[in-house]
């Protein structure tokens, strides 16, 4: 079955502000799909940056806590050889004699 196409009779007004032919038609829908791009850039740019950041951000957390973990480690390290009465400000030479 075909359908029928109904045609609507535009009110005075609105026919004056609708565009006559289909070139016009084609330039303002032109003129909005640009539009709507340069909107879609902006917020792809958002989202991108948005990421990079995201990501700096874990890995500067990531680096925090490995170092951490190695601080802790090093920290024990000084004070079980300050509880052994070693000097660990001297050199390996001096433990030696």
Known sequence: MRKELKTIELNP???ATTPKTSA???EEILKTNTEI???VKFIKNYF????ILSGIK???LVLVIILSLLSVGLI?????GAGSGLNL???PLDMIK
């Open 37 to 39: 791009l340069e909107s």
């Open 89 to 91: 400000f001297s050199s």
């Open 48 to 51: 991108r940056w948005q990421s």
């Open 76 to 80: 024990t390290t000084y004070l079980q």
């Open 58 to 60: 874990i890995f500067v």
């Open 13 to 15: 007004e609105v026919a």
């Open 24 to 26: 016009e038609v084609l």
